[in-house]
């Protein structure tokens, strides 16, 4: 069971387009928004270009749109170690987790890359596994780094997040890391 949104709040509007290749097909969908959110990402294993394809899709419509603020989700994996990891996670668990599902934490830095050479003012959130939990809004923030210890986060807890730090300047130009 995935944590669903019900999509209201006075200020945000969902939107959902299916088919995402086109940037003209998006344009009319964030003319007008202040920001744009995205939580594209593989499904399977076999996912191996669905995220840095699609973003490369949303990036251009919002550059055409006039759309300046962006944020999308990627993953712990694809930055660095943080300082003071144990060194089973360190040394064994990473490792091992970046060997496994490399193919899908190349395309998320792929997308990683073109979202810092986009000229929007990004954000990239990077959240450890992902679980099927309710919002707590109890998570710690790490800005131009992962989470130290940080192991889960709930879904919910990961779209909280990335709506805090929509107005947080700090986290402009920066991976933002996300845990429990």
Same mark, same amino acid.
């Given at each position: 069971m995935r944590s669903?949104?019900?999509?209201?709040?006075?200020?945000?509007?969902?939107v959902r387009v299916p088919g995402l290749n086109d940037p003209a097909a998006l344009v009319p969908a964030?003319?007008?928004? !202040?920001?744009a959110i995205s939580?594209?990402?593989?499904?399977?294993? @076999?996912? #191996? *270009?669905?995220?840095?394809?699609?973003?490369?899709?949303?990036?251009r419509a919002l550059q055409e749109a006039g759309v300046h603020r962006f944020v999308a989700v990627s993953a712990a994996p694809v930055g660095p170690t943080p300082?003071?990891?144990?060194?089973a996670t360190r040394a064994i668990a990473m490792p091992l987790l970046r060997r496994v599902?490399?193919?899908?934490?190349?395309?998320?830095?792929?997308?990683?890359?073109?979202i810092a050479a986009s000229g929007? !003012?990004?954000?990239?959130?990077?959240?450890?596994?992902?679980?099927? @939990?309710? #919002? *707590?809004?109890r998570y710690r923030l790490a800005i131009g780094a992962n989470v130290a210890r940080g192991f889960t986060v709930s879904r919910a807890d990961v779209a909280h997040a990335m709506l805090a730090v929509l107005t947080d300047p700090a986290t402009v130009g920066q991976a933002v890391g996300v845990a429990t």
């Open positions: 669903q949104y019900n999509g209201k709040h006075p200020n945000l509007e969902v964030v003319k007008g928004s !202040d920001a939580g594209v990402g593989a499904r399977s294993p @076999k996912d #191996l *270009t669905v995220a840095s394809s699609t973003t490369r899709v949303i990036l300082p003071g990891e144990r060194f599902l490399r193919g899908i934490y190349a395309d998320l830095a792929t997308m990683e890359a073109e929007l !003012d990004w954000t990239v959130v990077r959240p450890p596994r992902l679980q099927d @939990k309710p #919002l *707590t809004g």
